[in-house]
Each structure stands twice: as structure tokens, then as C-alpha cells.
DNA sequence: CAGGCGCTGTCAGCGAATTGTCAGCTTGAT
DNA sequence: ATCAAGCTGACAATTCGCTGACAGCGCCTG
């Protein structure tokens, strides 16, 4: 799962980024209103942690000119000042939750989950190919019933490729969606990662379409 | 996804060129305004990447021309210099977007996905041609139903073919978008391409027009 | 603070799929 | 009939992806 989160205070961005993180998610930080729209609306995320009041671009009109260019993702909105009108015109301009500064950890990630699994799956928490189940409210892995063990960034992996089933992800997609925009990463590492899980898993989890990409569930040719 | 790139300066042309086919998509090249303006007119473009300051046609022009024509295909307009004044113009002439020079390639890919996602919507790009169906979203295709399996450059190129239907595509553009600059290769490496793919999707597939080039489709002299 | 441990990136080597090359053959045009 | 363009099968070279080992890093524990 990626997330962006838009907040112009670094110290409390850091503090929110770390604890997203910990949480299994690929977090990319906006810190200005121009910066989070042009991501906003170029790349791909899974959803979105808004602080209103951001210099640059009114967080407001952010999320009203994602909406108008079709950006679908859901928008968790921050805000100190949790007014009834407000709330009103946030969820006109397409806001899916609200969450009043200052908040619990614990209720962010509450409400981050909720809002993912609303989003991708149809109410669906679990995904399962064959033998694999993917649990992705308790982010647990299990092959014929059998929990495992998964490291953060394996578990990210068959997490994507499972959202994506049947469908081919190229390698640099995967790369993208488990290292952000760190390029500094060799190329193998994706390779040693997924060697990885196959073991974990049992081989038939994972497939490799040659030249082209990975891929879980029915997509030989 | 098909792309025309409107550059005059060769080098710059051919990075760009070289950028956006890796992403996967079919680059078409014009270097002067006569040239792009032909082939924006008579052609279908599921995106136009422009360089304003053409010899021949200024950019500007060139764009209302095409809108004024009825041609409807997103623009993505780059230009060095990136005053308030001509991004106006720019708008009012019909560009979708804008790219101040330089730039990184990242940026561009951005970009041009997004317009790309806001245009189709991430419609099903399917081609059909007789019994031969592309997948071009899954890259993966099938004759009568059933997938093939494709490596990567055999798949390169049936979906040019396929982008090109009913075209005679002569060897050397062919060589030109799955080499790229790379002139090293015996012309003989296509031909011994072809004949391979010709087994996999069965004779009828692929057409040779003698002295002329390839083509998939109807090319009824 | 030292030591241990789990996670992940890097490296090097291996095996296999993919692709280029070559030589000879077929086909179509003049 | 002749010749060049194009086709094809075999083979070689190259690239790609996999794997096991190792090392650095951060985190926890004693």
C-alpha cells in the first residue's frame, strides 16, 4: 500500500511518516501544496493523508482540483479545526474521512485501514489465490491455513501483487511502489526479495513472465 | 498507447524517444511542422508530446490548427521558456499540460501518464485484428482465444503491427522502434524476428509487402 | 555499551530463455 | 531465366533472472 501524507510541519510529517511506515505502509511526504498536487495527480497512491492550512495551495482546493481531474483515491483530511461547516465543504470537495488534530496514533491507523480496505476491497478484508490468504487487516500470510512469518517488506510485496492479481507488474512498478522514489536501490534486491518469499510461500505463489514482469494468480499464457 | 513526438532538435528527440518507448509506449517521430502537422491531422494519437519553436510551423499554430480541425488528442506542450504570458496562450490553444525545459525524464513520464489516465480513463486498450487479439494493458495477446506466449520483443512487435493496422510499416521504421539507434544489428535479425512470430500466431497473421515493408490488417493495394 | 539477531542490500556465479548470426533455400519481380 | 528480397532452421552469444553467501544496519536485550 502507498500513501502520501501532506503536511507542512516536517517534525510532525516525520513523526506521522514513521508511524505509517511502522505500519506496513510506503509513505511519500508532500511538504507544500504544489509539491502534493503534482503527485497527486501523476502517480498512483492508494490513499491520501491531507493536513489542511498548507502553505502554497489551500488543502481545500487541493483535493477539489484532484477531484475535478478524476483522482478517485480516498483523502483522509487533518484538520485543527474540526467546524461543522467545514467538515461540510471537505466532504463537498471530496474528502472520504475526517480526522481532528490532535489525534491517537492509534485512531489514524484505525482510520487509514478502513478507509484502504473500503477502497480496494469490495468490503472483501482478505485476498486469496489458491493455497495463499492474504489478511490484510491484520496483515497476516497464510499458505493452506498455515500462518508465516513475513518481514514489512515482503509482506508489501505479496500485499501489491495480491491487490493486482492477474494482472503482469513490471519489475520498475514494484520497485516504485516498495522503494518510493529511491533509486539508489541495485536492481537485484527486488530479485533477492522475491526469492525470498517463493521460499516462504512455496513456489507456486509467485510467477515470472519473463522480460515482462511478476504476477500472482492465473496469468500464464 | 500510441504517441507522437513533435521535436525538432534529433538528439533531444531521440533521448525523449527512447525514454517513452522503454515505458511501453509506440513512439512516432516528426521533426518540423509540416511533418507533425501531416501526421496529427491524418493519424490517431492517443497523446502528442510538442516542442514549441518548430522550424517550418510555430507550435502554437500548429496546435489550433489541429483543434480547429476537430483533432481532440490530449497535448502535452514542452517549452524553455515558461512565461506566464504564453502558458495562457498555450491553454487557449488547447495543450492539456505543460513542461518547462529541462526536465526530468521522470517528470515527463508523469505527466504524460496522467494525461493519458485522464483521456482513456484506463479504458481496456484492446486490439482486435481477425482472429488476433492485444492485450496491451496486460501485454499479453491470443488467437482465437488463446494466449500466446510472447517474449518481450516478438510482443514489441505485433503491437506495433497492431498500433499500425492496415499500414505497410517498412523494415527500417520497424528497426527504428525496437532497436532504437542501436544500428549494430544484421538486418536480418528482423526478418528472423518475424518468422518466429509468424509460428506462434499462425501465417495469416503478418503480411509481407515485397520491397515495401509489413503490415497486419487489410492492405489491399 | 556490547553482543546478538533479524532484515535487507550487494555480490558473484549459474542456468536458461531470448535474440543475433550465418548459410542455404524459396519466392516473386523483371 | 536471373537475381535480389525475404524466409527458415541451426547454432552461438548475450541477457535476464535465480540463488546462496555475506555484510551492513538498526533494534532489542542483557
Redesign the interface.
Known amino acids: 500500500m502507498r500513501l502520501l501524507l501532506v503536511e507542512d510541519d516536517a517534525r510532525i510529517a516525520a513523526d506521522i511518516s514513521a508511524v505509517l511506515t511502522g505500519a506496513g505502509y510506503a509513505v511519500e511526504t508532500a511538504g507544500d501544496g504544489k509539491e502534493a498536487w ?1 503527485l497527486g ?3 498512483d497512491y492508494d490513499l491520501v493523508v491531507l493536513d489542511l492550512g498548507l502553505p502554497g495551495m489551500d488543502g481545500m482546493s487541493l483535493l477539489k482540483r484532484w477531484r475535478a ?2 483522482r478517485h483515491m480516498p483523502v483522509l483530511v487533518l484538520t485543527a479545526r474540526g467546524s461543522w461547516a467545514e467538515r461540510v465543504e471537505g466532504i463537498d470537495a471530496g474528502a472520504d474521512d475526517y480526522l481532528p488534530k490532535p489525534f491517537q496514533f492509534e485512531e489514524l491507523l484505525a482510520r487509514v485501514r478502513a478507509l484502504i480496505r473500503r477502497s480496494v476491497g469490495y468490503g472483501a478484508a482478505t485476498i486469496v489465490i489458491g493455497p495463499l490468504t492474504i489478511d490484510t487487516r491484520a496483515m497476516r500470510v497464510s499458505v493452506n491455513g498455515v500462518p508465516q512469518a513475513l518481514t514489512p517488506l515482503e509482506y508489501r510485496l505479496v500485499s501489491y501483487l495480491g491487490h493486482h492479481r492477474d ?2 507488474v513490471p519489475p520498475a512498478e514494484l520497485q516504485e511502489h516498495l522503494y518510493g522514489d529511491d533509486f539508489s536501490r541495485d536492481a537485484n534486491a527486488l530479485e533477492a526479495l522475491i526469492a525470498r518469499l517463493r521460499k516462504k510461500l512455496g513456489a507456486v505463489s509467485i510467477g515470472t513472465r ?3 514482469g511478476y504476477y500472482m494468480g492465473e ?3
Open positions: 503534482f495527480d501523476t502517480e481531474n478524476g494482472r503482469i519473463r522480460g515482462f496469468s500464464e499464457p
